[in-house]
């Protein structure tokens, strides 16, 4: 058999890697919203506010009420989890 019909018919399981790369990408992003756990609003940009064409005239965002951010999915999780625990001592 040629070496390159040798490499090409290798069939084996990487399911473990791809696992390993998950739970790190998981990892990873808790501490991201332990550290940062706000992210800019969606439909302001992270400005809090909309101004009018003319530019006199302005008003709060109504998704984020005015803060320009909004808190991210992954620290709702991670305050619900601690909610949890701090409510079964």
Not at 45 to 56: D, E, H, I, N, T
Request: with cysteine.
């Amino acid at each position: 058999m040629t070496p390159l019909l040798a490499a090409a018919s290798h069939t084996g399981n990487h399911a473990g890697g791809w696992i390993l790369l998950a739970g790190l990408a998981g990892a990873v992003y808790i501490v991201h919203c332990v550290i940062w756990p706000y992210r800019p609003c969606r439909k302001c940009r992270g400005f809090g506010r909309f101004g009018s064409p003319s530019g006199r005239s302005w008003r709060y965002c109504p998704r984020c009420g005015g803060r320009g951010a909004q808190l991210r999915p992954g620290r709702r999780i991670w305050t619900h989890l601690k909610d949890l625990d701090r409510n079964r001592r």
